[in-house]
């Protein structure tokens, strides 16, 4: 078989995600070996390989047709999306099934003697953020008038070290805000791992995907 009719897959190479993507797509009974160095894994039960990839560059591997399919987080794909569509590149993508894994909430955060009244409250200040378009969208949605700097990692440090008023996070159990001197004030996108795919797939690539959506279905309820 040619690698043209094998199925390619972007999964996240370390990190949150990984671990858990990992272990699903085994539970699918693909057999595989991503213990190794190799970024491109071939799965040797099934026409598909697996591209181990950051999690930021998933979204756009799958819009820009070089991975079918990608497994990352609701927040990295509609901020990918967001900004993709403000730079006039392809933005269309398709959700083919939630995943129940890597859950949390992209929140608003001030520090514990800020005086939160309200959305109101946060009128003219300014927030740290990995995630700025998503940012943009709630405060535009809200009517508040707020402003932004891109931090792409220790967001939280932000308001200690004057650098923003509050942060913009994401949040699972909320121990880095408490560690951090911050409170949690609005959730403004709530995130689980998805799958996707982009353009419409060769009628063979299909044929995989038939096969495989069962399956991680299958394993998705058995977790429930
Ligand atoms: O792969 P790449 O480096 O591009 O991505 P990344 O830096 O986003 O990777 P990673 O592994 O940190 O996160 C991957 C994905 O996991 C995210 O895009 C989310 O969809 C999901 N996820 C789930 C989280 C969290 N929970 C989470 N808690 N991602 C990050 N965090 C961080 C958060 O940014 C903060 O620093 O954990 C800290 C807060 O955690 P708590 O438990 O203290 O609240």
């Known amino acids: 078989m040619t690698t043209e009719t094998r199925l390619r897959i972007a999964m996240q ?17 693909l057999k595989l070996n991503v213990g190794d160095r190799r970024l491109l894994a071939h799965v040797t039960n099934m026409p598909i390989d697996i591209m181990r990839v950051r999690s930021s560059d ?39 099934t939630g995943l129940n894994f890597g859950g949390c909430r992209l929140s608003l955060a001030m520090p514990e003697e800020f005086n939160y009244t309200g959305l109101a409250s946060l009128d003219g200040l300014r927030f740290a953020t990995t995630y700025p378009q998503l940012m943009k969208r709630f405060a535009k949605e809200n009517g508040i008038n707020v402003d932004f700097c891109l931090l792409k990692g220790s967001v939280e440090v932000a308001p200690r070290v004057g650098l923003a008023d509050g942060i913009c996070d ?4 909320g121990a880095t805000l408490e560690a951090n001197g911050l409170k949690e004030v609005e959730v403004i996108y709530r995130s689980k791992a998805s799958l996707i795919q982009g353009v419409e797939l060769a009628p063979e690539k299909q044929a995989i995907l038939d096969t495989l959506l069962p399956r991680i279905q299958g394993v998705m309820k058995a977790k429930e």
């Open 13 to 29: 190479k370390s990190g949150r995600l990984s671990d858990e993507t990992q272990q699903l797509l085994k539970r699918c009974g």
């Open 58 to 96: 998933i979204p756009g591997l799958v819009m820009d047709g070089v991975c079918d399919l990608g497994i990352v987080g609701d927040n990295t794909l509609e901020e990918t999306a967001l900004e993709r569509e403000l730079l006039g590149q392809n933005s269309a993508y398709t959700k083919t």
């Open 170 to 173: 994401l949040v699972s159990t």
